[in-house]
């Protein structure tokens, strides 16, 4: 049985991935066990199956897989927040600095209705500048936000502080690079 202790050995460690210097959490070697994968789900659904979540909100691309499964499971709708111009209808856009510079975010202006409990979920929490963008767009279209949630949070990075008037709950952490 794979359990919450021995996630972290699921999630295989790319050294100098994408640049020299840095060790990136490659979370295919976790999705590809079903044990795994199915374990990681689990946990966040018992954390959450009690909120009355009416959605699901979750950032492309990593997000989408945790996200739409736990949306499934907490019987919730789910809610994709993508690059820009990859959303079909109107949308709200919101822009965040990066450590190289800005980028941005989008959601559609329907998906999410005043007053609706929301929980945001991503593979990874690092800076937390995707996730606090993400909770602006949300705040912006009228959703509670119960919490956010991940797989992964990389604690020296202190995304967490960032995010300190939320609930935040992670899976695995790792405390240096």
């Known amino acids: 049985m794979v359990n919450q202790e021995n996630l972290r050995s699921h999630i295989r460690n790319i050294p100098d ?3 020299k210097g840095i060790v990136f959490r490659d979370i295919t070697t976790l999705l590809k066990n079903a ?6 789900i689990d946990l966040m659904v018992e954390r959450y199956k009690t909120e009355r979540i009416a959605k699901v909100v979750s950032v492309e691309s990593r997000g989408f897989i945790f996200g739409s499964v736990l949306a499934y499971r907490l019987s919730a709708g789910f809610v994709p927040v993508r690059k820009p111009k990859k959303l079909p209808a109107e949308t709200l856009k ?7 510079g800005f980028d941005s975010l989008e959601i559609h202006r329907d998906a999410i209705q005043q007053g609706e409990r929301v929980l945001i979920v991503d593979d990874l929490l690092a800076t937390g500048g995707t996730v606090e963008a993400t909770t602006t767009l949300v705040k912006r279209l009228g959703g509670e936000i ?9 604690t020296f990075l202190h995304g967490r502080e960032r ?3 939320f609930d935040v709950f992670s899976i695995v ?4 690079e």
Do not use: G
């Open 35 to 40: 044990e795994a994968f199915i374990s990681a």
């Open 94 to 100: 919101e822009d965040y600095q990066l450590e190289y």
């Open 17 to 19: 991935f994408p640049k």
């Open 173 to 176: 952490k790792y405390d240096s």
């Open 146 to 154: 119960v919490s956010l949630a991940f797989l992964i949070e990389l």
């Open 163 to 165: 995010l300190s008037s």
